[in-house]
């Protein structure tokens, strides 16, 4: 079974700019997370989507959103970006939403920001 | 709101010395927890979680960990560490919202 995927692997934005990332997850999985991971703040959560709702949201601004497609592709999108935002964005599928459900994770993309 | 702490930066251990990386928790309600391995420029490898019964969790390439409640820790112990265990390792907990809190990792280096 392949594994969750995310397109692009890297990307380099100015100032202002925004950014969609797309993941595509594991066949079966209809669960998709996000992540940011920073050397300064870790692994952050960023949301939850299941079933093209969102379950669960980070501590993150507006300019953060995302969304579900029907068959559990997701975006995220970054509008106006900063220099702070440069990361490695995580996307990870689970079978389900609900606790005890592992995550599987993509190798992320990373975000520049100049 | 759940929290994770893995108090060292780093842990050094010599090729076939057991190896332990610590995580504590902080959750209310039931606690989920998961460890997750992360190699250079890869995304989290999941290697197991604790969800009730059994306090001892097996889980992939010769990890286990430890639930303990009264010290509510979640340590990640191998046997016999290989090079090639050499990685950043991860302790999250999961709670009853759904929001994963990862702690701030671990970078593991096995000496030959």
């Known amino acids: 079974k392949a594994g969750v995927t995310q397109t692009p692997r890297y990307l380099i934005k100015t100032r202002g700019q925004q950014v969609t990332l797309s993941c595509s997850p594991i066949s079966g999985h209809r669960s998709v997370s996000w992540y940011q991971q920073t050397p300064g703040q870790g692994l952050q959560f960023l949301f939850e989507?299941?079933?093209?709702?969102?379950?669960n949201k980070g501590n993150f601004p507006g300019r953060f959103s995302g969304r579900q497609f029907s068959n559990s592709r997701s975006e995220m999108n970054v509008s106006t970006l900063e220099l702070g935002d440069s990361a490695l964005y995580l996307c990870a599928s689970s079978l389900g939403s609900g606790s005890g459900h592992e995550q599987y994770f993509g190798p992320g993309t990373r975000l520049t920001v100049t | 709101a759940q929290s994770v702490a893995q108090p060292e930066d780093q842990v050094n251990v010599a090729e076939g010395n057991p190896l332990t990386v610590k995580c504590t928790y902080s959750?209310?309600?039931?606690?989920?927890l998961f460890w997750y391995v992360q190699y250079p420029n890869r995304g989290l490898q999941f290697l197991l979680k604790?969800?009730?019964?059994?306090?001892l969790v097996k889980g992939s390439y010769g990890f286990e960990a430890e639930f303990n409640k009264s010290q509510t820790s979640f340590h990640l112990k191998k046997p016999s560490a290989l090079v090639s265990d050499s990685a950043l390792y991860f302790c999250a907990v999961r709670d009853g919202n759904n929001r994963l809190a990862f702690g701030k990792g671990n970078q593991v280096v096995v000496i030959p």
């Open positions: 604790y969800i009730t019964g059994d306090n």
């Open positions: 959750v209310s309600g039931n606690p989920y």
């Open positions: 989507y299941f079933s093209e709702t969102q379950r």
